[in-house]
């Protein structure tokens, strides 16, 4: 089948030390040679060169010489598309780049859609719809956490975890439906309890994997972080501790941070997404009302919870109802204003919340460190768990796991019920087919095309 050729410019558009435009489809070598001259002046040289080789030469339109360039040429399947592939490096300027586009589409491509060269690695089979939507992630990571899981997705966890999964259910729909057709020679007498054994394994696997999707979440959106304490206690200076610059308002008088402030704060490689929420107290201002209640809806849906308790003051009822409110949470519990004379008993206050207290000083920027040292341990050693499991990034594979599982947890049910064989083909088949969704199999169009316009142009 005759594929049209694409061409797109590959590299950011800004002005950089080398831009890059691709050009892949079956032309993408009679284009290229329709443009490219190497240094002794010869044009057409490209069409028979080797894969994977780089040639130095120029870009003319038509006898202009446009720009000094390197072009690589990879041959189908054996590119990112796999097919006929040509990348120009060229001068990174951006009209160098948009100059070179420009000769490369009037000389035989169009432009390509944002996605399409991966779209296309993904309908020439060299990508499967989980990989190629790894690759949009691993664009837009933030975070070392959020490359490193797209990174091995791309490479297939992901992927032959769910493939796995599928062989398991195939083989026994196999077996009932030939068990059927041919009940002669193939029993089913006691079946049921052998298919319950067989897909206890994988209903966990599938459990484990939807469960790991909230770290996954966390892994490339970030640790919502919700930052709680009574007025005055120092939430604010700690958040400008933490971004380095005065971006809440400090101020003196109880009350003040009345809205809430999101900011994203990167401890080396872990992002945090923090809330700078108001005071938790018993208050009738109504604006500070609103704060409050915000607070505490934050809370419930936060990753971590960080308490700034005043050590200048005695504990209070605000402070009982926030140690209540995070008694069973993922906590970091700070004893602020060192610098001045404690009231508070740092192992009293450990006791009396359940967390480990770390005392710092915002003002003097005291015991900042450990409180980094605290929240990367929290993800090193699995309070927030990170190691080698895989994680389960994408909304879209989540939700065709939970179909997965209600179908599977109908297969059990039906056999618990002893209902007959086909009943748990049926399935057992629906199973197969929502996981399959995950790899791209039998997905509508409309899901693939809406999945790659989300790429960037170029990839
Ligand atoms: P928030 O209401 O919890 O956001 O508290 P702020 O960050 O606005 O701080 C309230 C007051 O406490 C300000 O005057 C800060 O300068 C002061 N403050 C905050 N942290 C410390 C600290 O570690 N030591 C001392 N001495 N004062 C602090």
């Not at 594929?3 to 831009?19: R, Y």
């Not at 996954?216 to 007025?231: A, D, F, H, Q, S």
């Not at 971006?247 to 003040?256: E, H, Q, S, W």
Request: glycine content about 8%.
């Amino acid at each position: 089948m005759k594929t049209e050729t694409i061409a797109a410019i590959a590299t950011g558009m800004s002005n950089s030390g080398i831009g890059i435009v691709r050009i892949s489809g079956d032309q993408a070598f009679e284009v290229i040679d329709r443009i490219y001259r190497n240094k002794k002046g010869q044009a057409g040289t490209l069409w028979d060169a080797k894969s994977h080789t780089a040639h130095y030469g120029y870009i003319y339109d038509g006898d202009e010489r446009i720009d000094e360039v390197l072009v690589l040429i990879m041959r189908g399947p054996n590119s990112y598309t796999a097919e006929d592939t040509v990348e120009i490096d060229c001068h990174g300027g951006i009209r160098m780049v948009q100059r070179i586009l420009e000769t490369v589409l009037h000389n035989g491509a169009r432009t390509a859609q944002p996605g399409e060269f991966t779209k296309r690695a993904f309908l020439n089979g060299r990508l499967d719809l989980a990989q190629a939507e790894a690759v949009a992630e691993l664009i837009h990571a933030s975070n070392d956490y959020a490359l490193k899981s797209s990174v091995s997705q791309l490479g297939g966890s992901v992927s032959g975890k769910i493939r796995a999964l599928r062989g398991t259910i195939l083989y026994e729909t196999a077996f009932i439906e030939s068990a059927l057709d041919d009940p002669e020679h193939i029993s089913l007498e006691g079946y049921g309890d052998r298919l319950l054994k067989v897909l206890e394994p994988v209903t966990e696997e599938i459990e484990k994997l939807i469960a790991s999707a909230d770290d996954g979440r966390v892994m490339t959106e970030g640790v919502r972080t919700v930052i709680l304490g009574k007025p005055n206690a120092g939430k604010s200076s700690l958040m400008n501790v933490l971004l380095g610059e005065e971006r809440a308002i400090v101020t003196d008088i109880a009350g003040t941070t009345r809205d809430t402030l999101e900011e994203h704060i990167n401890l080396q490689g872990i992002s945090l997404h923090v809330v700078d929420t108001a005071g938790i107290r018993d208050t009738e201002d109504v604006v500070e009302k609103i704060g409050v209640n915000r607070a505490m809806k934050a809370a419930k849906g936060a990753d971590l919870i960080i308490y700034v308790a005043d050590g200048s003051r005695p504990l209070d009822e605000s402070d009982r109802e926030i140690m209540e409110l995070i008694h069973d949470k993922k906590a970091i519990v700070l004893l602020n204003k060192t610098d001045l004379e404690l009231t508070v008993d740092k192992e009293a206050l450990e006791e009396q919340c359940g967390h480990r207290v770390i005392p710092i000083s915002a003002k003097e920027e005291h015991g900042i460190g450990d409180l980094e040292k605290e929240i990367q341990s929290m993800f090193y050693h699995g309070e927030i768990a990170f190691n080698d499991q895989v994680y389960i990034t994408n909304a879209r594979h989540k939700e065709a796991l939970e179909a997965a599982l209600r179908s599977l947890r109908m297969v059990r049910s039906s056999v618990l019920d002893g209902m007959p064989e086909d009943f748990y083909s049926i399935d057992l088949a629906d199973a197969y087919e929502q996981l399959g969704l995950i790899l791209g199999e039998a997905v509508d169009d409309d899901v693939v095309n809406e999945i790659f316009s989300k790429f960037c142009m170029g990839k």
